[in-house]
């Protein structure tokens, strides 16, 4: 496995770098481009709420790079009030005509058939290419992707070394030429897993780079999010692509590490 060439995101087709990169915690724009133009990352989450760093390198990259990067935009909407205004609003910001996927954000459970529909007809009409959704009810996504009929294109998942219910709940049933893409998020489970004081005594802590390692390195998984919140911080992540998959030794650490924190 190299982690430094793209993947097929599943049946959506999309070719992909295996490291995404989120703009939640505020990773400046020029990291950004310098994302795209050195390390090959195609894959950009402009998560909510929409942050100016991700918003301004992505409208820098869509003037002449539009076909070669995969732009996420997400809603949290449950109710079906303010899709179609967020995707417009977004895209237009970007100064593009359509975003490639649009994440439907934190469903526990299968989202309602409004904001399907809604989804859907964004779809008809060319201003999303691919629905994805997010959330933390794992068993969910294994039920969906058995369903021929789900229009769900992407997942996003909780996986890290902490919480890998993911390996029975999810990645099972991501089988066959229609699967659904499979991204994952919270690779440092929210910076603990970086944390000296929270690994067990003699054990030094996971580097970024461990954590997306650790990630990537299980086969199913297609692209792992990463959530810098500067560009010295994406750089440390980003050494996890040329240093590709762990040995097994130290998989075996990383989960040991990972029942630790959990527990
Ligand atoms: N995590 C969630 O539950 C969640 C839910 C919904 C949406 N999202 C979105 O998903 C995207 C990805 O989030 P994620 O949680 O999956 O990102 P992540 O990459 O697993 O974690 C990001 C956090 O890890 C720490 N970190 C990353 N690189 C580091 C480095 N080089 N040195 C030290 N600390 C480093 C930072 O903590 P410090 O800030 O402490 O430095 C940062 O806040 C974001 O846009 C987020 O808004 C996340």
Redesign the pocket.
Known sequence: MDFTKKTILGRTGLSVSRLGL????GVPAAAVERAFHEYGINYF?W?TPRKSGMGDGLKNLVSSNRKDIVIVLQTYDHLGLTVSRSVHKGISALGTDYADVLLL??HYSYPPARIIRQSLALREKGMVRFIGM?GHNRKLFGEIARRSDCPIDIFMV?Y?AAHRGAEEEVFPYLVGENRPGLTT???????KL?NPKKMPPGQRPLT?SD?YRFVLTDPHVDLC?????NE??MV??LAALARGPLPADEMDRIRKIGDYVHG
């Open positions: 989120a703009g939640g915690y989450y998560s954000g934190c997010s909780r890290n998020y919270t690779a440092t489970r929210w910076g970086l970024p954590c999010m990463m959530g810098p919140k010295a911080q440390e992540g």
